[in-house]
């Protein structure tokens, strides 16, 4: 009797039985399961082209190909020289990220050994910048890194909800990747909540952290970045919270607003800086840049001494932050109402701007309304008012009238019979009082006389007045080239009636003309002056005429070659300098007698060191304060014709003291 056969016989029989199936039609069992399953089974390592992307003291991150899901990831693994003390702090750290499931928590994929024993893990290889070089490129507007930011907060928020802390918050453990996203990377200081601290804790810090190494104490105390760590994570046993990695998110704030980590220097003094809660705001610290205001408070709330003072939660600052990007106040401003409305009004723009309107519209209607019950008392006064300025006109213009036929009755009864006498006098006399009026009167005149025997002197005396108006043109058809008095006057007008565009010269071509009569054969001295004082009665711009007075100075002293003239008319400042300033005004028949400086707006007077011989010269000028020491005055008398002075300024043992004390009482003296 034969035995039964067994299961696993009759297995291995339907087995056979389907092999031979497909074998009948030619193909391999590799080939019918696929070749995914074949490329598996080839391959003998998982991941291979590594390309270093990092290093640090003991750790590095390289760029891998993980054959089994035909991908790039990231390898964090151990550098070869790294004690066996690390291989447990390393491996923690993977699981801990592994653990925390977020979009913004970078992902754990893998843990290991390599061949020689040494740990690894790998993770999401992220393409991108972190946020510590976008912050140094200045290269993101303030609120698309606050958007980043709030990102942060999110992630850190849910760490905390799985009673994690990161405790090496910073810009260098942020990326940001190119489409906007968002990562938390190096969670190798991390903790769980509730945890031993002390266990492994040194160990972490080194492997995570190789760039702090020459910052640490020998004790290794160091726990974190100096510059983004909260004041418990510097002192032994200090107690790590939620409100730890509030700290460091205050200081990724401060970094954002300013691009600068809210402490410098060495870690020693960052570490006295962070105990000592040594923060300058982001607004005092950086006043040149538009920090807001809510966001400077919120920043300084986040970054209290005290635990307790900060946000409550990481969820408190983001959302405080939020308001700042929604248009309200944050709590951490304590707003006042001024700013709550300024606020409401930003975010609410469009509707207050038509309840404006709509308030405008009934201020406007009432409004008509009250004008237009007032319209009658309104148009009676206007029509009074209307009246009384017409008849104030009228009277003003009858005044101006026999104000201006007495005067010319005036100048007819004192001048000579003579008209040509009575020109030649207007022009001489009348014109440094009223220069417009006194030329008119004698064109007037001369005009008048062109009939007479003497027409060639009369025709040259009307150019002659022409040219002190500055109307070379008509200068130019009345000046008789027959005429030797004026034969030098006549190229001079040639030339400026083809440079003149305007009805005066400009100051430019005034300056030039003064020179070219001062360094003439002729003495034209009394012709500047002329020349000065009817451009100054008709130049509706006075800017730079110190140039033209300085012009007409130098004309008067052909000598005075090296000496300064400086005028500043803000402060009314002139000062003169050079021994061959002598003349500073023209005393003669001929002359108004007065210094041409009082065209220019003086109140302190400097002619130090010139050849200033007599104060009558500068008598007239309005001035407070006259420095004329090393200059050949003697004589102090007229110092009391001086209407405004208050100081004067003498060389010390000039004068005697019986001159000084004869001086005005109330003018103080300065003897240098």
Not at 133 to 148: A, F, V
Not at 214 to 228: A, D
Not at 604 to 628: A, C, F, R, W, Y
Not at 656 to 666: G, I, N, Y
Request: charged share 25%; proline share 4%.
């Amino acid at each position: 009797m034969s035995a039964k056969p067994s299961n696993d016989d009759r297995l291995d029989d339907m087995a056979g039985k389907l092999y031979s199936l497909y074998d009948d039609e030619g193909e391999s069992a590799e080939e019918f399961v696929g070749a995914i399953y074949s490329e598996l089974r080839s391959f003998g390592d998982r991941y291979v082209d590594a390309r270093v992307l990092a290093r640090g003291g003991m750790k590095k991150i390289s760029r891998v190909f993980d054959t089994k899901t035909g991908r790039q990831v990231a390898m964090a693994e151990l550098r070869a020289n790294a004690p066996l003390e690390l291989y447990e702090p390393f491996l923690r750290e993977a699981r801990l990220t592994s653990l925390l499931e977020h979009p913004n928590i970078i992902s754990v994929h893998d843990t290991g050994l390599l061949p020689d024993g040494r740990p690894f893990f790998t993770m999401d290889l992220k393409r991108g910048d972190s946020l510590a070089d976008i912050l140094r490129k200045s290269k993101m507007p303030h609120e698309q890194l606050l958007e980043i930011y709030i990102k942060l907060c999110d992630a850190i928020s849910y760490a905390h909800s799985q009673k994690v802390l990161h405790l090496d918050l910073k810009p260098e453990n942020i990326q940001v990747g190119r489409f906007g996203e968002v990562f938390i990377c190096d969670w190798g200081l991390g903790k769980i909540i509730g945890s031993d601290e002390s266990e492994g804790i040194e160990f972490d810090e080194i492997l995570f952290n190789p760039d702090l190494l020459n910052n640490m104490t020998l004790s290794g105390e160091l726990k974190g970045t100096p510059g983004y760590m909260a004041p418990e994570q510097f002192e032994k046993g200090g107690i790590k919270t939620c409100g730890t990695d509030v700290y460091a998110l205050g200081c990724l704030l401060y970094a954002i607003l300013t691009q600068k980590p809210p402490f410098a220097g060495t870690a020693e003094e960052i570490r006295k800086q962070t105990l000592a809660g040594k923060i300058v705001s982001p607004m005092s610290a950086f006043p040149n840049k538009s920090i807001p205001k809510g966001l400077n408070a919120v920043t300084m709330k986040a970054l209290a001494l005290s635990p307790s003072d900060r946000y409550a939660s990481v969820a408190e600052l983001r959302d405080d932050v939020k308001n700042y990007l929604s248009g309200f106040a944050t709590t951490a401003e304590n707003a006042g109402f001024l700013k709550e409305a300024s606020l409401f009004y930003k975010r609410n723009r469009p509707a207050c701007l038509v309840g404006v309107a709509a308030m405008g519209v009934v201020v406007l209607t009432t409004s008509l309304f009250i004008v237009k019950l007032q319209n009658n008392i309104v148009e009676i006064n206007r029509s009074n008012e209307r009246t009384t300025a017409q008849r104030h006109k009228a009277e003003e213009a009858s005044r101006r009238y026999r104000d201006e036929l007495v005067r010319y009755t005036r100048l007819l009864g004192s001048l000579s019979g003579d008209l040509k006498v009575e020109s030649q006098e207007l022009a001489r006399s009348l014109i440094y009082s009223d220069p417009v009026l006194a030329l008119e009167l004698s064109m007037q005149r001369l005009k008048f006389l062109l009939s007479d025997e003497d027409e060639a002197n009369v025709s040259s005396q009307i150019g002659y007045t022409y040219f002190i108006m500055q109307d070379f043109a008509s200068a130019n058809e009345y000046f008789d080239p027959q005429n030797p008095v004026f034969e030098d006057l006549m190229p001079i007008s040639r030339k400026y009636e083809v440079l003149k565009t305007g009805t005066l010269l400009t100051i430019g071509q005034l300056v030039e003309l003064i020179n070219e009569l001062a360094a003439h054969r002729k003495d034209r001295k009394p012709l500047l002056e002329k020349i000065l004082v009817y451009d100054h009665a008709t130049r509706e711009g006075l800017l730079e005429y110190d140039q033209v007075v300085g012009a007409v100075l130098r004309g008067w002293n052909k000598e005075w070659t090296d000496g300064r003239f400086e005028y500043d008319p803000r402060g009314g400042h002139l000062k003169m300098t050079g021994e061959h300033l002598v003349k500073f005004a023209l005393i003669s028949e001929n002359t108004s007698g007065e210094s041409p400086i009082r065209f220019l707006d003086v109140n302190h007077l400097e002619v130090q060191g010139t050849g200033l011989k007599d104060l009558n010269e500068i008598k007239t000028l309005p001035i407070q304060s006259l420095d004329m020491r090393d200059t050949a005055v003697d004589d102090l008398s007229p110092i009391g014709l001086f209407s405004s002075l208050e100081t004067l300024v003498v060389s010390k043992n000039r004068f005697s003291r019986r001159q000084l004390a004869e001086l005005p009482q109330t003018l103080k003296v300065v003897e240098r």
